[in-house]
């Protein structure tokens, strides 16, 4: 399905609330970039594994502390749009 908003820094707390219900959320470039860069990287280009048994390629997994991983990746033309999904891994802190 289709994701219906694209979340921003100004919605990230109603983004972590679609999150955390385990669907595909779209967010925008600043956004992706920001989970990127505000602690390191749980993993960087991975295969991430979710709830429902599929898997898919992932640009970098975010965690903070004891949670599970969330997987960001670019798709679209030329990589324009930015999406992210819980996985299923939690994070061994």
Do not use: K
Not at 44 to 59: Q, V
Request: glycine share 6%; net charge negative; proline share 3%.
């Amino acid at each position: 399905m289709e994701p219906t908003n694209v979340y921003t820094m100004d919605t990230i707390n109603a983004f972590c609330e679609e999150r955390d219900q385990g669907g595909i959320v779209e967010v925008d470039e600043d956004l992706f970039y920001w989970f990127l860069e505000v602690l390191p990287p749980i993993h960087m280009h991975y295969i991430a594994h979710f709830d429902d048994g599929t898997a898919r390629s992932a640009n970098f997994g975010f965690a903070e502390g004891a949670e599970r991983v969330t997987a960001f990746w670019r798709a679209g033309a030329e990589d324009t749009r930015y999406f992210a999904r819980l996985t299923r891994e939690w994070n061994r802190c």
